[in-house]
C-alpha cells in the first residue's frame, strides 16, 4: 500500500517527461525524527529526464523542488534526489 503523498509527488513529477521515476517511502526508517513528530513523511526520488540535459545538479533539484514546495517542510519533511538524464549518470 502506497502513502497518499507518494501517488501526489508521482502526479506532480511527470512535469518532467520522466523516463524513469521511483519513489521510495523512507518514513519507517526516520521514525521518532524530529520531523517525522508530526506525521511529516520522507521520501526518495529517482528520475531519470532529458529535461535536466545541459543543467547543473543544482539546477536540477530546483526544477523537482519548485513542483513540490508547497508540500514541504510539512507534509514532507525530507525528499532525497537521485537524477539522471539520458547522457550522464546520476547527479
Given amino acids: 500500500m502506497t502513502h ?3 501517488d501526489v509527488l508521482r502526479e506532480r513529477l511527470q512535469a518532467l517527461d520522466p523516463t524513469y521515476l521511483e ?11 524530529a520531523g517525522s513528530a508530526d506525521g511529516a513523511c520522507h521520501f526518495e526520488a529517482h528520475i531519470h ?5 545541459g543543467k547543473s ?3 536540477q533539484h530546483r526544477m523537482v523542488y519548485d513542483l513540490v514546495r508547497d ?10 534526489l ?5 547522457t550522464k549518470g546520476n547527479s
Avoid at 529526464?49 to 540535459?53: D, L
Fill in 4 to 6: 497518499p503523498l507518494e
Fill in 23 to 33: 519513489i521510495i517511502d523512507q518514513s519507517h526508517l526516520h521514525a521518532g525524527h
Fill in 49 to 53: 529526464s532529458h529535461h535536466f540535459e
Fill in 57 to 59: 545538479a543544482v539546477e
Fill in 71 to 80: 508540500l514541504m517542510p510539512h507534509k514532507i519533511h525530507a525528499l532525497a
Fill in 82 to 86: 537521485k537524477l539522471s538524464t539520458p
